[in-house]
């Protein structure tokens, strides 16, 4: 996950612990909107930026584009998040326009080294959600795009065109598998899963910066020559897991 959709996760999750539900819109295409957050009281369009640690500044452009999007999607409230700093002018136009400034401390590394592996609602927040809007592409140069994630599933069109949704749960059965066997073949999950889309099951969480697909058969490991250790049974025995690190860098 790269840093600024890593800071967007973040300020999901801080609106999440607050009760509201979360929808990350896509990578691009998102009309100025990064996070809508719903209550029963409200609907908050939410735009992220990134600029702690460097000379960009929020600007009152990005504050009005933000005012246009909350009434087109029909939202109550409108609040820029940042790590950085805001113009003047640009705070001037958010009061005019009432709309909030959030701003909030974010240590990438220290966020990515929080992260429980054990688990599977973690790795759903900080890895799979994330994906969404994305394309994922195979080693054969088929590609899935994942159009939507939530708490229920993934909703996503295969590379024969179709879209479908996969359920949270099969995601978790196979996670937790391999916490517990240190792999999981594409053949189990299609046994346990009727809608039989094991393939997009392994293509996804081979996305995960530690794990690994591999054939002959088809299955997911956990990568080797790892340097980050992950409990992985009940009886404490150990997987060696590379560190996070590596892969974020």
């Not at 409108?78 to 009432?98: F, R």
């Not at 229920?152 to 391999?178: C, D, H, M």
Request: hydrophobic share 35%; proline share 3%.
């Amino acid at each position: 996950m790269d840093k600024p959709r890593s800071f967007e996760q973040f300020i999901a999750d801080h609106f999440q612990k607050k009760g509201y539900k979360i929808n990350m819109t896509p990578i691009s295409g998102d009309y100025g909107v990064d996070i809508f957050a719903e209550n029963s009281i409200h609907k908050i369009a939410i735009q992220v930026k990134m600029y702690g640690g460097s000379t960009r500044k929020v600007n009152r452009k990005s504050i009005m584009e933000l005012h246009g999007a909350k009434d087109f999607f029909d939202c109550d409230k409108a609040i820029v998040a940042t790590n950085g700093e805001v113009l003047n002018d640009a705070l001037k136009v958010a009061e005019k326009l009432n709309i909030e400034i959030l701003n909030l401390k974010f240590d990438y590394e220290a966020k990515i080294s929080e992260i429980d592996y054990k688990s599977f609602e973690n790795i759903w927040l900080n890895y799979i959600i994330p994906l969404q809007g994305q394309e994922l592409i195979r080693d054969d140069g088929s590609k899935n795009i994942i159009l939507k994630v939530d708490w229920s599933g993934v909703k996503r069109q295969t590379s024969k065109g179709k879209v479908n949704t996969i359920n949270i749960e099969i995601f978790k059965e196979a996670y937790n598998v391999l916490l517990q066997q240190g792999h999981v073949t594409r053949e189990y999950i299609n046994q346990n899963y009727p809608g039989r889309a094991s393939s997009g099951v392994t293509l996804i969480l081979s996305q995960l910066p530690f794990i690994e697909l591999k054939d002959k058969p088809k299955e997911l490991f956990f990568k080797e020559d790892e340097t980050l250790y992950l409990l992985t049974s009940p009886n404490n025995s150990k997987r060696l897991l590379k560190s996070i690190e590596d892969y974020e860098n």
